[in-house]
T-cell receptor, first 114, second 111 residues
């Protein structure tokens, strides 16, 4: 079974530029999550999708971050414009049908904003 | 609300030493509990899980027992190896598809 795929793995941009990250979850997983992980900290949930609907985006900085999950499969997270404090690893995860099932994580995208 | 508290790191051990990383939680109902491991430059990987009280999760020599009476899920390993050096995260979910993670404990094992 293929795992959660993310791209790119690394990205370096200047502040005020825009960037987009892509995630393909495990086939059949209805729930998809985007997390931000700053160096030395645990993952912080940015947004959670159930199929193609948003369940929780309470910690998403909506003035600069946006995310979509068209057709309930792939998802894209965008930052525009980027700030220095957005430098972090962006993790995508998915989980199966059971409400208490484990999450499966992708390798992450390391973003550096200069 | 739900929360997870982990012991702060870093934890530095010699190879073959005994490992304990403490994790306690606060949750309504009967959450599922997890330990994830993150190796340098990688995403989080599920290490083990337990879904009900008194369950013991185990994998790769690591164990953790779901203790409802003490609301704990401590991670243990009898003999650590250099390859176990990583960051370990305790996490829970209460059945709402939302996951709560601890802050992580960095383990460094010296040869």
């Amino acid at each position: 079974e293929a795992g959660v795929a993310q791209s790119p793995r690394y990205k370096i941009i200047e502040k005020r530029q825009s960037v987009a990250f892509w995630c393909n979850p495990i086939s059949g997983h209805a729930t998809l999550y985007w997390y931000q992980q700053i160096l030395g900290q645990g993952p912080k949930l940015l947004i959670q999708f159930q199929n193609n609907g948003v369940v929780d985006d309470s910690q998403l900085p909506k003035d600069r971050f946006s995310a979509e999950r068209l057709k309930g499969v792939d998802s894209t997270l965008k930052i525009q414009p980027a700030k220095l404090e957005d430098s972090a690893v962006y993790l995508c995860a998915s989980s199966g049908q059971g409400a208490k099932d484990e999450q499966y994580f992708g390798p992450g995208t390391r973003l550096t904003v200069t | 609300g739900n929360s997870v508290t982990q012991m702060e790191g870093p934890v530095t051990l010699s190879e073959e030493a005994f490992l304990t990383i403490n994790c306690t939680y606060t949750a309504t109902g009967y959450p599922s509990l997890f330990w994830y491991v993150q190796y340098p430059g990688e995403g989080l990987q599920l290490l083990l899980k337990a879904t009900k009280a008194d369950d013991k999760g185990s994998n790769k020599g690591f164990e953790a027992t779901y203790r409802k009476e003490t609301t704990s899920f401590h991670l243990e390993k009898g003999s650590v190896q250099v390859s176990d050096s990583a960051v370990y995260f305790c996490a829970l979910t209460s059945g709402t598809y939302k996951y709560i993670f601890g802050t992580g404990t960095r383990l460094k094992v010296l040869a």
